[in-house]
């Protein structure tokens, strides 16, 4: 009923009401129908009665939620005085200040768990590791140690996106445009590109951060960032002076531009060490 948008004569066979409703109203083009919150729950009331067990439904990808009150709204009015039934939504941070309003406050009838990125270079390369296993191929021959930490850094430790990353490096071994998952700029475009359709990626703090530095600031960014991770700040200036002299930058210039950026959080200085910050 609910695939045809047709009911039979015969409705001996189905006691629940939502199937009829929804496929009378779609038979008539009534996409607008009000679909009783009250039938949806005697049907789910004749489910946990017929089978006496209780249920756990699952939500992924809850932020689709956060961009529809009234489904949200729905959930509550169903579920909030249905016995038997359990809700798990999974979803980012921006799900929960629309679920406080909606159920207000959320943690009266939701517990929050909060599952952040992994911290661990480790804990990444487990991620990148384990589904290469299953298909009975070795990261050694496919990925240099190397680029863990970079997917790691790109990534900010979020699962999602290292396996995004992941999938289009394999992606390119599959087709035979490369022989190794080696990082390159096309594969950050097209991660890039396919973040974008599912999220804001302009409104991370480094990023936030970075839209706001003048001109000057961008090229001491460009120039302390050249050897990421692998140069001090004294080799740095001397491979600049080397080359320029001190026509772009003074030493005592650059050097308070590294201060200014490493106090607003979009470099690290460790162990002497200029690492841009990704998260």
Not at 247 to 265: A, H, M, P, V
Request: net charge positive; aromatic share 12%.
């Amino acid at each position: 009923m609910v695939n045809t948008y047709e009911v039979p004569d015969d409705k001996t066979f189905c006691p629940f009401l939502f199937p009829i409703q929804y496929a009378k109203a779609m038979q008539r083009e009534n996409y607008n129908a009000q679909l009783s919150d009250q039938n949806y729950k005697n049907d789910l009331k004749i489910i946990s009665k017929e089978v006496n067990r209780p249920f756990i439904i699952l939500f992924d990808e809850g932020n689709i939620f956060a961009k529809s009150r009234v489904h949200l709204e729905k959930l509550r009015n169903i579920f909030m005085n249905t016995p038997g039934f359990m809700l798990v939504l999974t979803g980012t941070s921006d799900l929960f200040p629309v679920m406080d309003e909606v159920f207000s406050p959320i943690i009266r009838q939701f517990k929050k768990i909060n599952v952040r990125e992994f911290q661990n270079v480790s804990e990444s390369e487990d991620c990148i590791k384990k589904p290469l296993e299953k298909l009975g191929l070795k990261i050694e021959d496919l990925l240099n140690k190397t680029y863990i930490k970079e997917i790691h850094d790109l990534s900010g430790g979020r699962p999602y996106e290292i396996q995004l990353i992941c999938h289009f490096l394999f992606r390119r071994l599959q087709k035979k445009r490369a022989k190794q998952m080696k990082l390159d700029l096309n594969v950050l475009e097209d991660v890039r590109r396919e973040l974008e359709t599912s999220q804001d990626i302009t409104i991370r703090p480094v990023l936030q951060k970075i839209r706001k530095l003048r001109r000057k600031q961008f090229s001491a960014i460009n120039l302390l960032c050249a050897c990421d991770g692998q140069a001090a700040f004294d080799q740095l200036w001397g491979l600049e002076y080397l080359f320029y002299n001190d026509k772009r930058w003074t030493k005592e210039s650059l050097y308070n531009e590294l201060l200014f950026l490493e106090n607003e959080g979009i470099l690290l200085i460790n162990n002497n060490l200029i690492k841009f910050i990704w998260r």
